[in-house]
């Protein structure tokens, strides 16, 4: 059975005027200058029998609708079947969102729209450009350039995915990586740059080391991880990229042929457990913000909503030129918005969240996603539940629904846990939540390798 592949590639970097996304209340962050280039890059693998499309776009979050469109674009000029094209985002800080997170970015219709057609693109050409491939797969570690950000010494996924695509002449055609590290080493040194971060570096070194290859960066579960924060300087800002490159690129030699009569696609609606807000909750968050903003008081602010809306508060108020009242002013100002919105359907929400699982499979090579910031210890439960040698944990893909934090983060209420629900304007999870995206996520494996 023939096996055949293309990949292509197109820049999405966005107008002037567009703002970027996640990096704190109302800031206005519109771009100044391009450092490198936003693309989407898709790849489609088929076998005559089975068709599935792997697309990656360097933006920070991508909403359902913005999937939608792109997997209808893709499936009428193509055939390919909806349910078999993964659409992920890279989550860099430094690109605009296709769908808005309150108070941190505002999203431009017209780029969400241009962004969308031109990633459809990229697949349709790499569909046009299929030739005859074989495929090879393995896992390698990335070790000490990541850190957990919400419990000391927890735990990290250290797992680099490779997925290597070969012509007939033995060139490389495509390599996908998928690996696990918030993306913000740019955004900590040129925050009005548009970046692609660590994963275009990434990319950019794997092409230059293969000439006529194309990569894809897979973001992981990185919710709760970060790359160290030795890192961020001008002179070590290229370290953590350069050592995932050099990672994948040592390990290529050694990946594992797949038997890619196999291939294989799977969809289904997981419907995640969520706790209605308290009235308690709601009025706290109202009656602080407005006390502030009438008495322009900063007082204790740390120990109040900066514990609760940003993981180190002082970098806000850095963000907001140092101005200390600019910060909380912004704060109380996304407090009074987010229980305004929330209070007009309170009561008549169900108290659970419908998210899209998916799972893709080439011989032993696996990809599982969600539309999460997934935390750690649940993508380490569902590689020890899978049975597939090379994973990769595909999340913030088709969707966005913010931290899918553990029951460990749930009990403390951390920014994960308790923050994020406001910005995204959903409902916070629960203990069970997280467990059962674990279970939804191992049940489409086992499902595609039935």
Known sequence: MTTNAGIA????????????????YYLNRTWLDVHDDLNATSLIVENGNQSIAIVSVDLMVISSEFTLTVRQQISVATGIRPQNILVSCTHTHN???????????????????????????????????RETVTISAGATAVSGITFNRTRENGPVDENATVLRVDRADNSTLAVVVGFQAHPTVATILRPRSVSRDAPGQICDLIETAHPGCTAIYIQGACGDVNFLREFVTPERHE???????EAVLEFMAYVEP???????ASVATATIPTR????????????EARQRLNDKDVSGWR??????????????????????????EAMCRFNVEWTELMEKDLNDRPETLTTEI????????????NSSEFFTTL????????????????????????????????ERKTYAAYQSPKYCNQFPFTKTSGTTMVDAMVARLHNVCE
């Not at 108070?103 to 349709?124: H, K, L, M, N």
């Open 9 to 24: 590639r197109r820049k999405i970097s966005p107008f002037w005027g567009v703002e970027l996304t996640g990096w704190g």
């Open 95 to 129: 690109a605009p969102a296709s769908e808005g997170l309150r108070g941190v970015g505002e999203v431009d219709p017209v780029y969400e729209a241009w962004a969308a057609r031109e990633t459809a693109t990229s697949a349709i050409l790499a569909w046009q450009n």
């Open 239 to 245: 370290e953590p990229g350069k050592a995932v490159a």
């Open 258 to 264: 797949l038997d890619t009569s196999i291939i294989a």
């Open 276 to 287: 209605r807000w308290t009235r308690e909750e709601i009025d706290g968050d109202q009656a």
């Open 303 to 328: 120990e109040s909503i900066g514990r609760a809306m940003t993981n180190r508060p002082d970098d806000m108020v850095a963000r907001h030129d140092n101005d200390e009242w600019k910060a909380v």
């Open 358 to 369: 998916q799972a893709l499979r080439i011989g032993n090579f696996g990809i599982v996603t």
């Open 379 to 410: 993508a380490l439960d569902v590689r020890a539940r899978s049975s597939l040698p090379f994973l990769i944990l595909s999340c913030y893909s088709n969707g966005r629904i913010g931290y899918m934090p553990d029951a460990h983060d749930v």
